[in-house]
């Protein structure tokens, strides 16, 4: 059954990368909204495979709830309303993934060290290629903490109890979802590229899909 999930999850992110070539937005609504359905229902079935994952399935299925809103809100991110809706929606979604990963590995020392890490390489990234967020300065800032601590809690989980399954699940679905908000902060406020969106969306869509097959290997 899930090579048939996953098969379909990468047809459907197929179909959402050529209507992003094509430049239509009906569609890219239509599709994005598809793609972004399909990992939560992948969370779902984990649920209904693994009934007692329920605690921690809770609190990963409302981040991919808040993130499959956030994602209609950035079909169009060119507009800063729009923008704002949908990065404050992905912000409360990292709180959530942050809620359980902390629970699953309490507050450790090397969790500053990761978040600074992070953090640092935001703040660096901004300054060496002189990005101009203007009156996006704070929300951006705001959301750099909220992911850079979910990806440390992530981390955390591989020190706390081993590459378990779970673990590792985690923390390369967390990072993902790092490395495809780095593709898009430098498309919007830098300069766009024409590799921008396949590997904003694979990597993103990875790291959900990621998240949510983690609940498979709760224990």
């Known amino acids: 059954m899930w090579y048939a999930v996953i098969i379909s999850f990468y047809a459907l992110l ?8 094509r ?9 994005k909204t598809l793609t972004s359905l399909a990992f939560v229902a ?3 079935l984990a649920l209904r495979e693994n009934p007692g994952a329920a605690g921690y399935a809770l609190w990963i299925l409302i981040g991919l709830l808040l993130s499959a809103a956030g994602d209609i809100f950035l079909v169009y991110g060119e507009r800063p309303r ?3 809706w949908g990065l404050s929606f992905f912000l409360l979604a990292h709180i ?22 992070l953090v640092g390489i935001g703040v660096t990234a901004r300054r060496f290629a002189r990005i101009d967020l203007k009156r996006m300065t704070f929300p951006v800032a705001l959301y750099l903490l909220a ?13 706390a109890q081993g590459p378990t399954a779970l673990a590792v699940m985690a923390g390369l679905g967390a ?3 790092f490395a495809s908000d780095s593709f898009l902060a430098w498309n919007k406020f830098k300069r766009p590229f024409n590799a921008y969106g396949a ?7 990875t790291g959900q899909l990621l998240l949510a097959l983690s609940i498979l290997s709760f224990k």
């Open 14 to 21: 197929a179909v959402l990368l050529y209507c992003k070539y």
């Open 82 to 84: 729009a923008f704002l």
């Open 199 to 205: 590997l904003n969306l694979t990597t993103y869509y």
């Open 147 to 159: 992911i850079s601590y979910m990806v440390s809690q992530a981390f955390s989980i591989c020190l």
């Open 175 to 177: 990072l993902l979802f």
């Open 23 to 31: 430049r239509d937005t009906a569609w890219i609504l239509v599709s």
């Open 42 to 44: 992948a969370g779902l």
């Open 96 to 117: 959530a993934y942050g809620v359980i990963f902390t629970i699953l590995s309490g507050l450790q020392v090397w969790d500053a060290v990761f978040f600074l890490l």
